[in-house]
């Protein structure tokens, strides 16, 4: 694909406070200052967001539901004809707030990363989170018109029960429209050594993923009406053969106080949206995409190992001073932990 003159879809991290300490985040959300901005400046945020010309907007975080002026801004874009989806835990929810989320938003999506409490609370670091996520679609299936999806990140430890989730999960929720079967990325917790070596998928696997058969076999497991989509997320690579052949994300993703990742899988911000000209901004961030440094790390890339050690490269050299300090005190990986 030809790399649009604006992005396709925006993702905004609305805040890093969050309740959960999922072992793969990628924004290590709750182990860092939140960074919210003042309703004011999130509504600013929301029209430098709007001049990008983007088709989409997707709201974040950490937990956005942790932030009152949530369905203020979703209003904002959705006034503007923009399609407006998020992202939560379900950890917060309760009936009121699953009401206003399926009037506000066009798409809801909960996270659930396993079909047991077992597996998905280990992944998402806290007790309970896999009742609260459960109990969070039941809510949301019958209050609104928003589509409602559940998004599932594949790794080693819950690889096994995907096929399981579709077959005994999904189907108790009538409302449920979509289920989202994604690779770990690399990124952020996920590209520690420990981890890359104990919970990245191995290559097979990956491989399986993104292949349009495995696609059709999940489908024919899911119940009636539930579309089902599974992806190896090597888009979010950016590697260079990957562009040259067209395989790259045109999505911009902003984190909680305004400042623009030019990648949305590695550290490195190119400016403000309060600040800095939308469209200066998406240039800055394509020109990243060609950086020599970034070309000549990623382009070896073939296994999701080397691309785990091209992502601490990356976020090392582009990093701030903060982001290099936070990398430095990660917490090790305990498998099973």
């Known amino acids: 694909m030809e790399i649009p003159d604006h992005p396709l879809e925006v993702l905004w991290d609305v805040t890093y406070a969050c309740p959960l300490r999922c072992t793969?985040?990628?924004?290590?959300?709750?182990?860092?200052?939140?960074?919210?901005?003042?309703?004011?400046?999130?509504?600013?945020?929301?029209d430098a967001i709007l001049a990008l010309g983007t088709e989409g907007v997707c709201l974040a975080g950490g937990e956005p539901l942790l932030v009152p002026e949530l369905f203020a801004v979703a209003e904002r874009f959705t006034a503007a004809g923009v399609p407006v989806s998020l992202f939560t835990s379900g950890w917060t929810l309760d009936r009121a707030s699953a009401e206003a989320a399926a009037g506000a938003f066009s798409a809801v999506s909960v996270s659930l990363d396993g079909a047991t409490a077992a597996?998905?609370?280990?992944?998402?670091?806290?007790r309970g989170s896999f009742d609260r996520a459960v109990a969070a679609?039941?809510?949301?299936?019958?209050?609104?018109?928003?589509?409602?999806?559940v998004d599932y990140v594949?790794?080693?430890?819950?690889?096994?029960?995907v096929e399981e989730f579709l077959t005994t999960v999904a189907p108790r929720f009538p409302g449920l429209g979509r289920v989202s079967f994604g690779a770990v990325v690399p990124e952020g917790l996920a590209s520690r050594p420990g981890f890359a070596e104990h919970e990245l998928l191995d290559d097979a696997r990956v491989r399986l993923l993104g292949s349009p058969e495995y696609g059709r076999r999940l489908q024919e497991l899911a119940p009636p009406g539930v579309r089902?989509?599974?992806?190896?997320?090597?888009?979010?690579?950016?590697?260079?053969?990957?562009?040259?052949?067209?395989?790259?994300?045109?999505?911009?993703?902003?984190?909680?106080?305004?400042?623009?990742?030019?990648?949305a899988a590695y550290e490195g911000t190119v400016g403000n949206v309060l600040t800095d000209d939308p469209a200066e901004l998406w240039r800055r961030a394509v020109a990243r995409w060609h950086?020599?440094?970034?070309?000549?790390?990623?382009?070896?890339?073939?296994?999701?190992?080397?691309?785990?050690?091209?992502?601490?490269?990356?976020?090392l050299r582009f990093g701030t001073e903060a982001d290099r300090r936070r990398i430095a005190r990660r917490p090790a990986f305990v498998p099973g932990g």
């Open 228 to 263: 089902v989509t599974s992806t190896d997320n090597l888009a979010l690579r950016m590697s260079p053969d990957l562009i040259a052949a067209g395989v790259c994300l045109p999505v911009l993703q902003i984190e909680p106080d305004g400042a623009v990742r030019a990648m």
């Open 137 to 149: 679609l039941g809510l949301l299936a019958g209050a609104g018109n928003a589509a409602i999806g």
């Open 24 to 46: 793969h985040c990628y924004s290590e959300s709750g182990r860092r200052p939140a960074r919210r901005l003042s309703g004011e400046d999130m509504l600013r945020a929301a």
């Open 119 to 126: 597996v998905h609370d280990r992944i998402r670091g806290r």
């Open 291 to 315: 950086d020599p440094f970034v070309r000549e790390t990623l382009a070896p890339v073939r296994t999701m190992r080397e691309w785990a050690e091209a992502t601490r490269a990356i976020d």
């Open 154 to 161: 594949v790794m080693r430890s819950n690889a096994h029960q």
